[in-house]
């Protein structure tokens, strides 16, 4: 069974402070990885895509990293703000099909004024 | 700009009744994807279509059916409504002719069985 596992389950920071999510899967064969900032009862919205060949992608506060060796990725949050408050998703699809993503089961991220 | 338009936004439903939700894609996108959400759950792939027609099935329950329209429209039709089908259940649309297959999604509408 594919898994995407992210750590940690929920984050707790000041705003202005920065933070790193992870994200680390054994989806095979690997097509892409994604990451989502959902709010409470609304549809994921894409931060960033990556493909195995890229490292690392930005998205203005957001960036992500990839290795493609270690089935390893990180979101990085710089000067976080109140509405990054949210739950952050690492998505992966795999080679074989887009549309069969299989989502992390995300890091709740709190910024607290 | 447009994006995926889901309706009913909630519904509510009894035990063995049934309900249709309805997902309008971004104009020009050819590809739907349904997903289910339960409650503290990551989304679990549906079903997804391609130009009508069905191109990727996964953990749908055989009382579940979808269609996708000429209109590029889908439809989520379940029966015999269970009390674990209460989900929050989103679409996603892409268009085929974007090499990341990125895929956007809808804001989901609330299932609640009871």
């Known amino acids: 069974k594919n898994q995407v596992e992210q750590s940690p389950q929920s984050l707790i920071i000041l705003e202005g402070k920065n933070c790193t999510l992870q994200c680390n899967y054994t989806v095979s064969p690997f097509s892409n990885l994604r990451w989502y900032k959902q709010d409470t009862g609304r549809g994921p919205v894409s931060l960033t895509i990556m493909t195995f060949s890229e490292n690392t992608k930005s998205n203005g506060r957001y960036t992500a990293t990839l290795d493609a060796d270690t089935k390893q990725s990180s979101l990085h949050i710089t000067a976080s703000q109140l509405s990054d408050s949210a739950s952050y998703i690492c998505v992966v699809s795999p080679g074989t099909s887009y549309g069969k993503l299989t989502f992390g089961q995300g890091t709740i991220l709190t910024v607290h004024p | 700009a447009a994006g995926v338009i889901q309706s009913p936004r909630h519904l509510i439903k009894e035990k063995r009744e049934t309900a249709t939700l309805k997902c309008y894609p971004i104009?020009?996108?050819?590809?739907v994807y349904w997903y289910q959400q339960g409650p503290g759950q990551d989304p679990q792939f549906l079903i997804s279509?391609?130009?009508?027609?069905?191109?990727d099935k996964g953990s749908i329950p055989d009382r579940f059916s979808a269609q996708q329209f000429s209109d590029y429209h889908s439809e989520l039709n379940m029966s015999s409504l269970e009390l674990g089908d209460s989900a929050l259940y989103f679409c996603?649309?892409?268009?085929?002719?974007?090499?990341?297959?990125?895929?956007?999604f809808g804001p989901g509408t609330r299932l609640t069985v009871t």
């Open positions: 104009p020009r996108h050819d590809t």
């Open positions: 279509f391609y130009e009508k027609m069905q191109s």
């Open positions: 996603a649309s892409s268009a085929s002719g974007q090499g990341s297959y990125e895929q956007y």
